[in-house]
């Protein structure tokens, strides 16, 4: 079961966090991961890393709110494969509300966050529509609750969520399936930074704080959202489509 065998993937983001482990599990599922990042070093040594495994990889470098730099990423791997999996992890976040949020900040998180996201939609569907495809997308629980401090930020995976209904709608007769996970906290480097930044007196209490925001008492693990997205992009999902599914702790119902 699971199995992406045969499967040529793509993962923006997939150097860090969340997106180094979707990578680390397809390639241990058998697929060829295209690991996108705009930390070339990070992602060459994941490439390594997972070589050193078995598994079959690549590092490109590319900063994903430029389109260009997009299209000849996917017009290179297409050159050796036919996509089958498009995963749009790249994202990066943001503290303020709608006063604090200043107009700089706003665009960087629209360039990245959703104009990122769009850019490798709007270069990997053509290259998918022959044959079929699968495409997830990262989205969060600010895309469909109020989070207190995440203004920009929540517009953004809002708008990540209407990009995946849109993209499953549009393409269903093309046999591209279109989803998206939204997360709740997830303990990665973000966290951990965040906490020294601005708690480096009492970073043990205010990590268990951040912890039990979650009604189930902890954060999420990478290796678990992981483990959601392999389901969603195998041939085992393959009647689900046009769906987010919220992998939280509890955080949007048992609140």
């Known amino acids: 079961m699971f199995s992406l065998i045969n499967k040529n993937a793509i993962v923006t983001g997939g150097a860090s966090g969340i997106g180094l482990e979707i990578c680390k599990l397809f390639a241990q599922q058998g697929a060829y991961v295209n690991v996108i990042d705009v930390n070339i070093d990070a992602a060459q040594q994941l490439v390594v890393q997972i070589e050193k495994l078995g598994g079959k990889a690549k590092a490109f470098a590319c900063d994903v709110s430029k389109q260009q730099q997009v299209k000849k990423i996917v017009n290179d791997i297409t050159q050796q494969h036919k996509?089958?999996?498009?995963?749009?992890?790249?994202?990066?976040?943001?503290?303020?509300?709608?006063?604090?949020?200043?107009e700089e900040d706003l665009d960087r998180l629209y360039q990245i966050n959703i104009k990122g996201t769009y850019n490798f939609l709007h270069e990997v569907i053509p290259q998918m529509k022959d044959s079929g495809g699968v495409i997830l997308n990262m989205a969060s629980v600010g895309a469909n609750v109020g989070i207190s401090d995440r203004f920009a930020y929540s517009m953004t995976k809002g708008a990540v969520k209407m990009m995946t209904y849109s993209v499953a709608r549009d393409f269903i007769a093309n046999n591209i399936r279109c989803n998206c996970v939204s997360p709740a906290r997830v303990h990665t480097s973000?966290?951990?930074?965040?906490?020294k930044a601005n708690y480096p007196n009492n970073i043990d209490e205010m990590f268990e704080k951040l912890s039990k925001s979650q009604p189930i008492g902890r954060m999420g693990k990478p290796t678990e959202i992981?483990?959601?997205s392999l389901y969603l992009c195998s041939d085992e999902a393959a009647f689900v489509t046009g769906s987010d599914f919220p992998i939280d702790g509890g955080f949007i119902n048992l609140k």
């Open 83 to 102: 996509i089958d999996i498009l995963v749009n992890c790249a994202g990066i976040a943001h503290i303020g509300n709608a006063v604090t949020t200043t």
């Open 190 to 195: 973000f966290v951990d930074n965040f906490l």
């Open 226 to 228: 992981a483990y959601l």
